[in-house]
């Protein structure tokens, strides 16, 4: 069985930084492109980041690059994302996602809150 | 950038009747088209995609349709369980990027 476990969410600061985490199982975790997507509190879902099989190849959403970084280790099944400099409108669920193109997998969910 | 956008916002439906979801993009996305249906508190669930094909387990009451700049998902008979929030997202340009979703379109009960 496919699953995807996030973790790492919480209350930061403005300013502050945040590193989210992934595990995977149940599929070879190095035979796909993963991504982290974000929904806002009452708001739609926000393509945030995306990984290549390898790691050799990230992109970014305008609004986050430069501050968040996406990584991944295969050899521990698990995908995560640094978030830098956050700012309010960072506050979101973020969920990882395995692709296909489409989004076939997804986690529960990780709960990011940026506020004094 | 190719920018998704679903009709209507809120779509109010009465149980047994079928409903009828637009989504249409500014620039021809083929049919690289999948659709999601999120419930309160819970991830997006996977419906449908390339267009037009059911993800496992799908009931066959979800279809897909569509090709180009205008897509359809209809639900053919609402049951309790698929009153919830609706997505479409393309993903004409993956890998590695540009995966834009459709701002929504919430099914309620008339």
């Known amino acids: 069985e496919v699953q995807l476990v996030e973790s790492g969410g919480g209350l930061v600061q403005p300013g502050g930084s945040l590193r989210l985490s992934c595990a995977a199982s149940?599929?070879?975790?190095?035979?796909?492109?993963m991504s982290w997507v974000r929904q806002a509190p009452g708001k739609g879902l926000e393509w945030v980041a995306n990984i290549k099989q390898d790691g050799s190849e990230k992109y970014y959403v305008d609004s986050v690059e430069g501050r968040f970084t996406i990584s991944r280790d295969n050899a521990k099944n698990s995908l995560h994302l640094q978030m830098n400099s956050l700012r309010a409108e960072d506050t979101a669920v973020y969920y990882c996602?395995?692709?296909?193109?489409?989004?076939?997998?997804w986690g529960q969910g990780t709960l990011v809150t940026v506020s004094s | 950038e190719i920018v998704m956008t679903q009709s209507p916002a809120t779509l109010s439906v009465s149980p047994g009747e079928r409903a009828t979801l637009s989504c249409r993009a500014n620039?021809?996305?083929?049919?690289?088209l999948a659709w999601y249906q999120q419930k309160p508190g819970q991830a997006p669930r996977l419906l449908i995609f390339?267009?037009?094909t059911r993800a496992s387990g799908i009931p066959a009451r979800f279809s897909g349709s569509g090709s180009g700049t205008e897509f359809t998902l209809t639900i053919g008979s609402l049951q309790s369980e698929d009153f919830a929030v609706y997505y479409c997202?393309?993903?004409?340009?993956?890998?590695?990027?540009?995966?834009?979703f459709g701002g929504g379109t919430k099914v309620e009960i008339k």
């Open positions: 997202q393309q993903y004409n340009n993956w890998p590695p990027r540009a995966l834009t």
């Open positions: 390339g267009a037009s």
């Open positions: 620039q021809s996305v083929s049919s690289k």
């Open positions: 996602a395995r692709e296909s193109g489409s989004y076939d997998y």
């Open positions: 149940g599929f070879t975790f190095s035979n796909y492109w």
